[in-house]
């Protein structure tokens, strides 16, 4: 079963770090762009980073400087450095691809992970 997996999400304190990873899984030859979007409680889905598969990042406003993106395309990972975070950073996070070929199947378009929850509360 092809499927993008995060892991790293939970509370921290204003200022402070986590770090997200998502991995894909289920037999992959090879991902896209990858990237992170985030939704926060009564909020639309929002764009936080992506990164493309010769590593070209783009950002939004909000977290640049704050957040970095990095990806290890041999093993089909990409992760989400988040520093100095704040409360209006609390939101479930999403890992993305908008393609993806698994081994000796068709490609698929648009795959989302199921989310983890970054809570910034003191």
């Known amino acids: 079963q092809v499927q993008l997996v995060e892991s790293g999400g939970g509370l921290v304190q204003p200022g402070g770090s986590l770090r997200l990873s998502c991995a894909a899984s289920?037999?992959?030859?090879?991902?896209?762009?990858m990237g992170w979007y985030r939704q926060a409680p009564g909020k639309k889905r929002e764009l936080v980073a992506t990164?493309?598969?010769?590593?070209?990042?783009n950002y939004a406003d909000s977290v640049k400087g704050r957040f970095t993106i990095s990806r290890e395309n041999a093993n089909f990972m990409v992760h989400l450095q988040m520093n100095n975070l704040k409360p209006e950073d609390t939101a479930v996070y999403y890992c993305?691809?908008?393609?993806?070929?698994?081994?000796?199947?068709?490609?698929?378009?648009?795959?989302w992970g199921q989310g983890t929850l970054v809570t910034v509360s003191s």
């Open positions: 289920g037999g992959i030859f090879s991902i896209n762009a």
């Open positions: 993305h691809t908008d393609s993806l070929v698994p081994i000796l199947k068709d490609r698929y378009l648009e795959v």
């Open positions: 990164i493309t598969s010769s590593g070209s990042t």
